[in-house]
């Protein structure tokens, strides 16, 4: 497809600035990354620091255990007749209580995230965490492990959970938007010698300066923390000082401190999805021809499985000749309640959905949501609908060689949509999440064999000989997921088999949708 394309980012942003976990949103943009992860690395850094341990508020001392406290033995005495009088042995003074102490070594280990090639089609970062826990009696079991960060939205985001097993290790998958450099590591337990709660706190990186000659840029590591501590010990029952509503994850973490079902909040941030519609030919690799703008949040259990996702998405561009509608697929054991509603660039309900063409067969709720079951999830939420009915007008796909000022972007359809299972489900126990990004796909008005094609992102599925279907022959995808991480504006030039990055600077301001 000989045309150029310009997406320009700046005026599509939908910021809610009310939401109390939202920082300012980065501004997606169709990144490549700099091919500078090296490949095939086993290189291992050992770095030592020190976890600092935070004193939380004295509960109920029933709770834990207590040192027991020796009286003296009084002796008799004989005073004629004035009788017996019981003289108390003085007690002795107890010990100044020890504190927890805590020593941490981190090491990390090289991960491979180049996919054997210099393309970056998913910037997200996807690294076990492990955290080893010991005291002086050996490995503590059963100790609650929090994995947060603080740059996606500028508040704590928590991106994993886990308890300790009997040899006091727990390994939390994590995937991260590109600008995490590190996570932050919390294990809240107890002080058996004063009864006070106490949380253990740290971080640790899961990336580091690439190393070698002419090197730039990071590789991806996989922390393994091991927290040595003394006077520790995970917390015996409930303590609502901490953790109001006893569900096992302290008050500071929970967005939900009153409700035992939920959790936490998994925010992804602002991401960009662009897809190249030629599929299973490479066409001219341009990713341009279906673009949208999304960001989602899962509101979670303390079990980590989740209970809703709710997902904005914003239709950009469409540099292409075909028709497309956006889809998700949900592997999942049991039904959903889905609500979506529709506005246009200017924030307006929009009413097109049920007019445009449909080309997913036999789909269920498309347009107006209501309960699924997991057949029809499988097949497909319909999120937006036909893209020749989601962009207004031709600015959004300018002709080859035509100007194009940020002046001419007009915002597409956005589609907000609800998804809340009747059960909680676990989104890693079948394959729902990759690069921590759900099964989003692309439906095209062609057909082959019959069938109106389909377009996933790598990672889901695989052919008989166990080669990623959705990767050609080059390791080269259909689909490129990803998160700008500058708040300077950008645009991407895209024709043919080139792509060159154009930015320009600009004061970033909290924008409502209109």
């Known amino acids: 497809m000989n045309r150029w394309i310009i997406l ?70 004989s005073n004629g007749d004035t009788g017996s009088v019981v003289t108390p042995t003085p007690t002795p003074a107890a010990p100044t209580p020890a504190p927890t102490t805590v020593n941490n070594e981190t090491t990390t280990n090289v991960v491979d995230q180049t996919n054997g090639g210099d393309f970056n089609f998913e910037t997200n970062i996807t690294v076990p965490v492990t955290v080893v826990v010991e005291n002086e009696s050996g490995p503590v079991a059963n100790a609650p492990v929090t994995v947060s960060e603080s740059v996606t939205t500028g508040e704590p985001n928590v991106v994993g959970v886990g308890t300790t097993d009997g040899n006091g290790q727990a390994t939390i998958p994590i995937s991260v938007p590109p600008t995490v450099v590190s996570v932050d590591i919390t294990i809240v337990g107890v002080n058996p010698t004063t009864g006070e709660v106490v949380e253990i706190v740290g971080s640790a990186p899961v990336q ?12 991806v590591v996989a922390p393994v923390v091991n927290v040595d501590t003394t006077n520790f010990q995970p917390v015996n029952g409930c303590v609502q000082a901490v953790d109001s509503d006893c569900d096992g994850i302290a008050n500071n973490f929970d967005e939900y401190p009153d409700d035992p079902s939920l959790a936490t909040i998994a925010r992804s941030g602002r991401y960009t999805i662009a897809f190249e519609d030629m599929f299973p030919s490479a066409g001219d690799a341009d990713l341009n021809d279906h673009s949208t703008v999304f960001s989602t949040e899962m509101d979670k259990t303390p079990a980590n499985k989740v209970k809703t996702i709710r997902g904005t998405y914003t239709h950009v561009a469409k540099g292409a000749g075909y028709n497309h509608e956006l889809r998700l697929s949900l592997d999942v054991p049991t039904n959903a309640t889905v609500q979506v509603s529709y506005v246009d660039g200017s924030g307006n309900p929009w009413d097109g959905c049920a007019s445009a063409p449909k080309y997913t067969a036999n789909a269920s709720g498309d347009c107006t949501g209501g309960t699924l079951t997991p057949a029809q999830l499988k097949r497909g939420v319909l999120l937006l609908p036909s893209s020749d009915k989601t962009l207004f007008g031709k600015k959004n796909a300018p002709a080859a060689g035509s100007t194009f000022t940020i002046n001419d972007f007009v915002r597409g359809v956005t589609a907000q949509v609800t998804i809340t299972f ?23 008005n062609q057909k082959t064999d019959g069938v109106f094609r389909q377009i996933f992102r790598p990672g889901y599925f695989k052919d008989a000989k166990g080669k990623d279907a959705f990767l050609d022959k080059n390791g080269f995808p259909w689909t490129s997921s990803s998160q700008v991480y500058s708040t300077t504006q950008q645009k991407v030039l895209i024709s043919e088999n080139r792509l060159r990055l154009v930015t320009f600077s600009s004061t970033l301001g909290c924008t409502q949708m209109v």
């Open 422 to 444: 009747e059960e909680p489900v676990d989104l890693n126990a079948t394959k729902n999440l990759v690069g921590g990004h759900l099964n989003y796909f692309l439906a095209i």
């Open 8 to 77: 320009l980012v700046l005026p599509l942003f939908l910021v809610d600035c009310s939401n109390k976990k939202k920082g300012m949103l980065l501004l997606p943009f169709l990144g490549l990354g700099d091919g500078t992860t090296q490949a095939n690395t086993t290189s291992t850094d050992t770095g030592s620091g020190t976890f600092t341990v935070v004193g939380l508020e004295t509960t109920d001392p029933s709770q834990v255990t207590t040192p027991d406290t020796t009286q003296g033995t009084g002796g008799d005495t």
């Open 208 to 219: 580091q300066p690439a190393t070698g000659n002419n090197s730039e840029g990071t590789v």
